[in-house]
């Protein structure tokens, strides 16, 4: 069995020691002057900083081993499978890294001059265009910093076309299903809609009654993942393009999750007007701990007149940045977005290729259903919504049958898996699955390491029925057990900063 490292690894701050050096640069002032004369002249006396920074001093050694360490009772997608549902946790070649980091590209600057980035602004450019062709949609934006900047910016579109309709006053309700993410009744409310939830029928899908009765001349539109977040294509998704258009709504798709469709379907072609992608999760960008990402949106050609400024335009011999936009919503994020991470994008899609998305398509499906069958297998797990019906890139697992016999729950589930060396699943969601264990395992994982989660998976059932205790008080081998969750997250426990943390501890919190 699976062992973590545990080191009793204390903070940077109390490692330090006055005057340990890593390596001794020339004196700055010295440098300074040697390029650019005195520093006086460059920065105004009262703006220089005077006081001490305070930092930690140590060796390189000492820096090195204290993050190495700390790296160790740590899991990565580089360390084994992480099939976190919804959320798209696949290996990202390290190629695109390289790329990413070249220094013709991460020296440039978004201050400089149009005329001096041609070739920055032809591969956003580009990927606009590869974007735009992947999604079925007429032009793509790539600004947005992650999925939800995504669908926030969506829902201000929404609002911009009913506005120059005249009809914005009348038309203040967004739609979302139940099993949506819930950034998107956040999303809809955060732009000024007020979230009318429709519920799921008994496969999983929208229910075509229940959107009938919710849509409505105050129907500003209607936010949907499909697949959706059990992993089910909603089969009527032309009848619910048709619904929500006839009563003067727009539809919108949560793309944060593409793996199933690459290739596939495209969203613009299912009849949807704006569509968000999170390249973080899809084209090749590692995520988690809160970015950095990138959520690019693509429209229809009607609402490209209200995406935020500048767009990039060619005109046929030189790239610009276009801010003449009348309808423009405005700016959403500084400059163009986060130029590394849409540039690992671009290294991803073009070294996969259109066949390559195809097969990163077939092999998430394939994955995903062989797991779905060999887990439904499993004492105490089952399959909700139609065991017989295909998944695309996840599937949802339901441990209530576990849990009514054995006492063990997801989340016991969840985290005994990490004492097998195995990442937890995403679990309680989708809400209207009991006891969900949301699994995405992806394209990026063998046969061999999907068949280690079966079997760990099974024993684990299996000791829940045997030998519960050892389940409800997992993870016995991590360097961490079980985390205060409420502590954690509780703003008079939390320490965000080596001076929070030294003020709570002279409090004795
Ligand atoms: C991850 C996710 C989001 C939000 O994306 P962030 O980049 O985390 O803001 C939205 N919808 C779905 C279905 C997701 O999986």
Redesign the pocket.
Same mark, same amino acid.
């Given at each position: 069995m699976f062992k973590q490292v545990d080191w009793n690894e204390r903070l940077i701050f109390s490692l330090g020691r006055k005057g340990r050096r890593g390596h001794v640069p020339p004196k700055v002032e010295e440098r300074t002057k040697q390029i650019v004369g005195d520093v006086n002249l460059l920065i105004p006396e009262n703006m220089q900083r005077k006081s001490q920074l305070k930092l930690p001093e140590l060796s390189e050694v000492e820096v090195v081993r204290h993050f190495t360490r700390l790296s160790q009772m740590n899991y990565g997608v580089d360390s084994g499978l992480y099939p976190l549902g919804?959320? +798209?946790m696949k290996y990202n070649p390290k190629i695109n890294e390289l790329l990413a980091n070249l220094p013709a590209i991460n020296m440039l600057h978004p201050y400089q001059d149009e005329g001096t980035v041609q070739g920055i602004l032809e591969i956003l450019c580009k990927l606009e265009r590869w974007l735009a062709e992947i999604t079925g949609t007429h032009e793509v934006c790539l600004q947005p910093a992650?999925?939800?900047?995504?669908?926030f910016l969506g829902t201000l579109l929404m609002r911009a076309y009913h506005k120059l309709k005249g009809e914005i006053e009348k038309r203040r309700e967004i739609i979302v299903p139940d099993s949506?993410?819930g950034?998107?009744p956040a999303s809809a409310a955060m732009a000024g809609f007020n979230v009318v939830v429709v519920p799921s029928d008994e496969d999983g899908c929208v229910s075509i009654e229940a959107l009938k009765a919710a849509v409505s001349r105050r129907t500003a539109g209607l936010m949907l993942?499909n697949p959706n +977040?059990l992993g089910i294509f909603e089969k009527n998704i032309e009848e619910i393009a048709r619904i929500v258009h006839e009563a003067g709504g727009l539809l919108y798709y949560?793309g944060?999750?593409l793996n199933a469709i690459l290739g596939k379907a495209r969203p613009g072609d299912m009849g949807f007007d704006i569509v968000h992608m999170?390249i973080?999760?899809t084209f090749g960008t590692p995520?988690g701990g809160g970015g950095p990402?990138a959520?690019p949106v693509g429209v229809s050609e009607e609402l490209a007149k209200f995406l935020p400024v500048p767009r990039i335009v060619f005109d046929g011999e030189r790239y610009h940045l276009d801010y003449d936009r009348p309808h423009t919503i405005g700016k959403m994020r500084s400059f163009y977005g986060n130029v590394a991470v849409l540039l690992k994008a671009y290294a991803y899609i073009l070294s996969l290729g259109f066949e390559g998305l195809k097969e990163v398509a077939e092999v998430s499906v394939l994955n995903a259903n062989y797991l779905a069958k060999k887990l439904e297998e499993i004492k105490g797990l089952t399959l909700p919504y139609g065991s017989e019906k295909p998944r695309k890139h996840e599937c949802v697992l339901s441990a209530k049958h576990l849990k009514g016999d054995t006492g063990v729950s997801a989340l016991n589930v969840a985290k005994r898996l990490l004492d097998y060396g195995l990442h937890a699943p995403t679990i309680y969601f989708p809400l209207i699955v009991d006891e969900a264990l949301m699994i995405e395992p992806t394209e990026t994982f063998e046969k061999e390491e999907l068949d280690r989660f079966v079997e760990a998976m099974r024993e684990i059932c299996e000791e829940a029925y045997t030998n519960p205790e050892v389940v409800l008080k997992a993870p016995h081998n991590t360097a961490v057990s079980r985390l205060d969750e409420v502590k954690a997250s509780h703003p008079r426990t939390m320490a965000l900063s080596w001076r929070m943390y030294r003020k709570k501890n002279e409090q004795n919190l």
């Open positions: 919804s959320c +798209t992650a999925g939800a900047h995504g669908e949506a993410h950034t998107n993942t +977040t949560d944060a999750n999170n973080h999760k995520h990402g959520g």
